[in-house]
T-cell receptor, first 118, second 112 residues
Framework: KAGVTQTPRYLIKTRGQQVTLSCSPISGHRSVSWYQQTPGQGLQFLFE???????NKGNFPGRFSGRQFSNSRSEMNVSTLELGDSALYLC?????????????????FGPGTRLTVL | DQQVKQNSPSLSVQEGRISILNCDYTNSMFDYFLWYKKYPAEGPTFLIS?????DKNEDGRFTVFLNKSAKHLSLHIVPSQPGDSAVYFCAASLGEGNKLVFGAGTILRVKS
């Protein structure tokens, strides 16, 4: 079974631009979460989507947004890029257990998208 | 407020010996714990997990121990191999919305 895929793998943008990152979960996985990894802050949760709805959100400004499509694929968007947005953006997918989608199931990560803001 | 802490930034172990990586947490509501291994420029790879209703889970060379009263978990790797050299992250979940809270990571170096 194919793993989580993320595109693009590398991206260079300039301050003020906006960027869209894409994530395709493992087949059959319906929950997609996004994380930001930086040397200073480590791995931090951005948001999680299940059934095209954002269920949980981390402590990031509104410039960070996302969405999920009916096929469970997800995109995240960062508008008005700042230098501090340079990071590895990771997507993870899982299969929720309960009918309402709540789960403690393991999250499987993609390779990430390395975003550099100049 | 760092809810999950890995206080050892790095650990060096001889091949064949035991590696013990430690993790402490502050939120008693965490009910699921995971260990991930990460190489540079790659996403974290899941290693092993444990539910808060258990105190031990074993998978091959990897064993995770959970001490709820001490809010402490540890990952034991026996025997350690050079290919185990990587950054190891401890993560905890509240079980809602799949939000994982990660520790800062521990760099493990296994010397041959």
């Amino acid at each position: 079974k194919a793993g989580v895929t993320q595109t693009p793998r590398y991206l260079i943008k300039t301050r003020g631009q906006q960027v869209t990152l894409s994530c395709s979960p493992i087949s059959g996985h319906r929950s997609v979460s996004w994380y930001q990894q930086t040397p200073g802050q480590g791995l931090q949760f951005l948001f999680e989507y299940f059934s095209e709805t954002q269920r949980n959100k981390g402590n990031f400004p509104g410039r960070f947004s996302g969405r999920q499509f009916s096929n469970s694929r997800s995109e995240m968007n960062v508008s008005t890029l700042e230098l501090g947005d340079s990071a590895l953006y990771l997507c993870a997918s899982s299969i929720p257990n309960a009918p309402d989608g709540t789960s403690t199931d393991t999250q499987y990560f993609g390779p990430g998208t390395r975003l550099t803001v100049l | 407020d760092q809810q999950v802490k890995q206080n050892s930034p790095s650990l060096s172990v001889q091949e064949g010996r035991i590696s013990i990586l430690n993790c402490d947490y502050t939120n008693s509501m965490f009910d699921y714990f995971l260990w991930y291994k990460k190489y540079p420029a790659e996403g974290p790879t899941f290693l092993i997990s444990i539910s808060s209703i258990k105190d031990k889970n074993e998978d091959g060379r990897f064993t995770v121990f959970l001490n709820k009263s001490a809010k402490h978990l540890s990952l034991h790797i026996v025997p350690s191999q050079p290919g185990d050299s990587a950054v190891y992250f401890c993560a905890a979940s509240l079980g809602e919305g799949n939000k994982l809270v990660f520790g800062a990571g521990t760099i493990l170096r296994v010397k041959s």
